[in-house]
């Protein structure tokens, strides 16, 4: 299924648009975000389109430099989204969901001899790169949306090897714990006994010039910092808890994942990024400060 376009409101009469927080406290208190709340919501995104409502997307961008692109499969819906800035030529993040649908494991990885990193079909030639920038560059290919997280279809899996949906990370990092957590969320969190939903928004650091590592000699950005932003939602009502770690030429799989957690209110301040927006304002106080370790079983 060819994927969605979703532009501002400033340009939805455009064929293709261009579209477009707070304190840290952590605690350990082990109770998360009752559901029960007002509808009240002053910093939800705009109800252009109604995936711009969805509870794993970030606030957009509204710099009308940026595409927000939705890609969705014919079985199930979407599939993730995407938000690219066309200046840099770099993703600012992709956001997905795991829940009971769409978390079986149907198919194998894509894997093809001559395209494995197809290009995002709908993101213009205009604010691509003419060929593959990792190519010989020293950086893999990191996955946002991972592969391993949508092998429910061939469409699906395939769709997550777009280079939109690509980082480049050092092969020691990908690998390592960035892996690691990766594994925490798609193997030791995503089980029907703990959640309904889990939310999920990631990316590397693009936008303030301090948090990029360099640019390579093809204009790839590379991120000195990539992040993990993750709301679950079940039984119990809501909790969320956010990732915070260095881009590192470095092994760290070893490492306590405590280290490296953080309120979604610090990950706000350190990306500039407005993550779970679209819950109610009184839930969304609540979860961003708090983390909630031991409900995570992290220790």
């Known amino acids: ?11 939805l009469l455009c064929t293709l648009a261009l579209c477009g ?27 252009i ?10 606030h957009v961008k509204n710099d009308n430099n940026n595409l ?27 956001c997905y969901t795991l829940d009971r649908s769409n978390s079986p494991k149907n198919v194998s990885r894509y894997y093809s001899d001559s395209n494995q990193y197809p290009k995002d079909p709908n993101i213009p030639s205009t604010y691509t790169f003419a060929s593959d920038p990792y190519y010989r560059s020293g950086y893999d290919h990191g996955h946002i949306c991972p592969s391993y997280d949508r092998l429910n279809s061939k469409e699906a899996n395939y769709q ?27 193997k030791t969190w995503n089980l029907d006994k703990l959640r309904d939903t889990l939310y999920v928004c990631k990316g590397g650091t693009i936008d303030n010039p301090e948090q990029v590592l ?20 079940n039984a119990q009502g809501y909790k969320a808890i956010g990732f915070w770690v260095e881009h590192l030429n470095e092994d760290h799989s070893r490492d306590n994942l405590l280290d490296y957690v953080v309120s979604i209110d610090k990950l706000e301040s350190l990306t500039g990024i407005d993550f779970f927006c679209n819950l109610p304002d009184d839930v969304e106080e609540t979860v961003e400060k708090t983390t909630y370790p031991s409900s995570w079983q992290l220790n």
């Not at 082990?30 to 709340?37: A, E, I, L, Q």
């Not at 204009?219 to 990539?226: A, D, K």
Request: glycine share 4%; charged share 20%; hydrophobic share 35%.
């Open 68 to 94: 927000v692109v939705v890609h969705k499969t014919a079985e199930y819906g979407v599939n993730y989204i995407v938000e690219w800035d066309c200046q840099k030529k770099s993703q600012r993040w992709s």
């Open 160 to 186: 997550t090897f777009y280079l939109s949906n690509m980082q480049p990370q050092r092969n020691a990092f990908n690998s390592g714990i960035w892996l690691k957590m990766e594994n925490i969320v798609s």
């Open 21 to 47: 927080c707070s304190s840290d406290s952590d605690d350990d208190d082990n109770t998360p975000g009752d559901r029960s709340s007002s509808s009240r919501n002053v910093n939800a995104n705009p109800a």
């Open 1 to 11: 299924m060819k994927p969605t376009l979703l532009p501002l409101l400033t340009v």
């Open 214 to 233: 360099l640019i390579t000699d093809k204009g790839l950005l590379v991120p000195r910092y990539f992040y993990m932003a993750i709301l679950c939602k």
């Open 49 to 58: 389109q109604p995936e711009y409502t969805r509870l794993e997307m970030p």
